[in-house]
């Protein structure tokens, strides 16, 4: 059996094709899947944590007013809930880590969050009249984006008055190389006020 002959502009448009074909065979073996995907997926991602980061930027900016708040406070309000309950600033240094600690199991749906790290963070010594003094931080999480906003959240909008500072929120990127969605890695300070203990000489000072 003889095999038809092509004619030249037959030959043209097969030949045409079958570029077309290898063009687009080419795109996806050696550019799309090792370039184009990868960089779109890495796109996405960085869009998810601007969100995340916004979303977060607004409740920190709320701290100026609770500040204020905590400042309107007079030294007789010694049953506030605004103050952390402790009055040596180690141990609330120690309470305030172990908050941490429980607002993180508090939220076990929506993927996971374990504390990596935390300590506390030195502050200088508050003067004799200031009636509160400041007990600070530092804690690092790995967490996915549900369980973080619930416990921060829980952080700072509830009592005793807590404050997060220099939140810091990435993705690590070898990790992110390795597993699809990768946890965040997080870090920021807390802290919070103790009252200052009211000397001696104060409290005879304002007796009648």
Request: with cysteine.
């Amino acid at each position: 059996m003889k095999l038809a002959t092509l004619k030249p502009r037959e030959s043209r448009i097969a030949a045409i094709v079958l570029l077309l074909v290898v063009l687009v065979v080419g795109y996806f073996v050696l550019l799309h899947w090792w370039f184009v995907a990868p960089l779109r997926s890495i796109h996405a991602e960085m869009d998810d944590l601007r969100d995340t980061h916004a979303r977060f930027a607004s409740a920190i900016a709320e701290k100026p007013r609770l500040q204020q708040r905590i400042a309107a406070m007079g030294a007789g309000q010694v049953a506030s809930h605004a103050f952390l309950p402790e009055d040596d600033p180690n141990a609330a240094a120690a309470g305030l880590m172990q908050r941490v600690v429980d607002a993180v199991a508090a939220h076990p749906q929506g993927g996971s969050c374990d504390v990596t790290q935390k300590m506390p963070v030195p502050n200088p010594p508050a003067a004799p009249d200031e009636p509160y003094r400041k007990v600070a931080v530092s804690i690092s999480l790995r967490c996915e984006v549900q369980p973080l906003a619930e416990t921060l959240h829980d952080l700072e909008q509830g009592a005793p008055y807590l404050f997060v500072d220099d939140l810091s929120i990435y993705r690590n990127p070898v990790a992110a190389m390795q597993q699809a969605a990768a946890p965040l890695e997080v870090q920021f300070t807390l802290s919070g006020y103790v009252r200052q203990p009211r000397s001696t000489g104060d409290a005879q000072g304002g007796a009648p």
